[in-house]
């Protein structure tokens, strides 16, 4: 059972929309919302208030770019959660209200799961099971890919996101918001091995970031005690150092699930995973260990509709549909196996 499908995801500051068509991604338009810059981190209601302006007009033109009339559409699907309250509801009502009106089936799809699922929008796919490190702003997590509906989370933050570590250490200097782009930028001039910050050892395939922002802050505050000038002077090598050290901490529990659990097929989904240093370190691992890694297209690894679109496929194979009264979860769970 294959179909046309729209998909909605308005889940923080992306508007995106998106169709597929028979596992196919026709089209995929993101509306990026660049008015949370001056206040340093996303605003919930200037966020859902550029939702309501820019859903139509991004819904019209992911239609138009795939060539499909809303006549088409077999089912609409939308981002049901995780994010933000405010933003979710503006995805969620524009979905309900198309699927009433068409009188198609309607598909609530899981954020994080649409992040793992990137990897089957283009070519190559990894075979199953497949080893995702799944990193966001708000999520860091490894899982086991059974099937595109079948998940086993093996390991996870027991505390902030490596995406939270970076964009605060990035606040710590002085960036602007998003800080984590910024890092990358900048450690590429720098030397990674210039400062070293502490590594903190979670039992089994968990992480922690925590620890590692606040011996950021403190280090940062003894040096600038001493010469006023240090972060501007060497923000290079702090972005780098502090880059290589989150890296470091991610490569070490992939490398050890790899390991234990005889899983060679890699891949990594979320932001974060946009960063050029960790896909560059990805790959350079895997030549060594014998890996086939697996990396979206970097408009697939940030927030877009094109993930919630492949979710939604799978999804209406199974007719796995919602009631026309769902309502958006910002606190939606992740469990692995979501059925």
Not at 28 to 53: C, D, M, W
Not at 294 to 312: K, L, V, Y
């Amino acid at each position: 059972m294959s179909g046309t499908i729209l998909a909605i995801e308005s889940s923080c500051d992306e508007t995106s929309a998106s169709v597929v068509k028979n596992g196919t991604v026709l089209s995929n338009i993101v509306s990026t919302q660049e008015v949370h810059q001056k206040y340093g981190g996303v605003v919930p209601e200037l966020a859902s208030r550029a939702h309501q302006k820019n859903i139509l007009p991004v819904v019209s033109a992911a239609l138009d770019d795939a060539g499909v009339e809303k006549k088409d559409l077999d089912a609409v699907a939308f981002t049901k959660g995780p994010g933000l309250l405010g933003a979710l509801l503006v995805g969620t009502s524009f979905a309900k209200g198309m699927a009433m009106a068409l009188d198609i089936p309607l598909i609530g799809v899981n954020h994080m799961q649409a992040h793992i699922l990137a990897h089957f929008i283009d070519d190559p796919k990894p075979n199953f099971p497949f080893l995702c490190l799944t990193v966001s702003g708000g999520h860091t997590q490894l899982v086991v890919v059974h099937s595109p509906l079948n998940m086993e989370i093996v390991g996870e933050t027991i505390d902030d996101a490596v995406g939270e570590a970076f964009d605060k250490t990035a606040k710590i200097m002085g960036l602007d918001y998003p800080g984590g782009p910024l890092i990358d930028k900048y450690a590429k001039e720098g030397d990674p091995l210039k400062y070293e910050f502490p590594n903190v050892n979670i039992p089994e395939y968990n992480f922690s970031f925590s620890g590692i922002k606040t011996a950021f802050l403190n280090f940062l505050r003894k040096e600038s005690q001493k010469d006023e000038n240090f972060v501007k002077d060497n923000m290079a090598d702090l972005c780098a150092s502090i880059q290589y050290t989150l890296i470091k901490i991610l490569m070490k529990k992939l490398i050890k699930a790899s390991k234990d659990l005889n899983i060679k097929e890699i891949g990594i989904a979320g932001g974060v995973s946009a960063n050029s240093s960790l896909r560059n370190t990805i790959l350079e691992e895997g030549k060594k260990r014998g890996w086939n890694v697996f990396i979206p297209e970097f408009e697939h690894c940030t927030d877009n509709a094109a993930m919630i679109a492949m979710a939604a496929h799978y999804q209406y194979e199974g007719k796995d549909f919602e009631a026309l009264n769902t309502s958006p979860n910002p606190r939606l769970k992740f469990t692995g196996s979501e059925k």
